[in-house]
């Protein structure tokens, strides 16, 4: 079955950092690129970032850019995501999100069940 | 980057057909075929439903579509079922790398 699992979502304060991981299976996880996809209770999607199968190419949202830094661990099938000076708005549920095939048509194929981080004092 | 515009709700009868549109600009939407579309459950995560605008992937039923005209694109769904009941997204490509949702369309079958 393919799939992806998030973990490492809690309570943290304003400013804080949290890392965010994906444990990938049932798929060849060094053939695709991973998105990081954040929803705000009871709203929308929003995109927060990218990164290619190598690892070599990562992209954020502007909101997210010089905070956040998106990794992987091909060899653990792991994806991750470092969360630094968080942000009481960037309280949600974080989906770790699959690019399908092939990664230019840019669109996620496989959703995880999310994580959940709430930025509070 | 704004947010592509959705309507907030839509709703239809079961077997009546629905249409929600996605507006954006012609920097995302109008630039690129890269449209998909996602569909939530309350509690779920989302599902992709249509990809490339048109695209379905396997098991998705064909009662739903999707269509793009200039800066808009719109999905259509057919034949409505009780089980179609649920929030619908869109998204797109936006150059420099980035994508960017739509705000979301509840769709409630009456």
């Known amino acids: 079955e393919v799939r992806v699992v998030e973990s490492g979502g809690g309570l943290v304060q304003p400013g804080g950092s949290l890392r965010l991981s994906c444990a990938a299976s049932?798929?060849?996880?060094?053939?695709?690129?991973m998105n990081w996809v954040r929803q705000v209770p009871g709203q929308g999607l929003v995109w927060v970032s990218r990164i290619d199968a190598d690892g070599n190419i990562a992209d954020y949202a502007d909101s997210v850019k010089g905070r956040f830094t998106v990794s992987r661990d091909n060899a653990k099938n792991t994806l991750y995501l470092q969360m630094n000076s968080l942000r009481v708005e960037e309280t949600g549920v974080y989906y770790c999100v699959r690019v399908g095939l092939p990664y230019y048509f840019y669109y996620m194929d496989v959703w995880g069940e999310g994580t959940t981080v709430t930025v509070s004092s | 980057q704004s947010a592509l515009t959705q309507p907030p709700s839509a709703s239809g009868s079961p077997g009546q057909s629905v249409t929600i549109s996605c507006t954006g600009t012609?920097?995302?939407?109008?630039?690129?075929?890269?449209v998909s579309w996602y569909q939530q459950h309350p509690g779920k995560a989302p599902k992709l439903i249509i990809y490339?605008?048109?695209r379905r992937p396997s098991g998705v039923p064909d009662r739903f579509s999707g269509s793009k005209s200039d800066n808009t694109a719109s999905l259509t769904v057919s034949g409505l079922q009780t089980e179609d009941e649920a929030d619908y997204y869109c998204t797109s490509f936006a150059g420099n790398n980035k994508l960017i949702f739509g705000g979301g369309t509840k769709l409630t079958v009456l």
């Open positions: 490339v605008v048109n």
């Open positions: 012609s920097s995302d939407i109008g630039a690129y075929n890269y």
């Open positions: 049932g798929f060849t996880f060094s053939s695709y690129w």
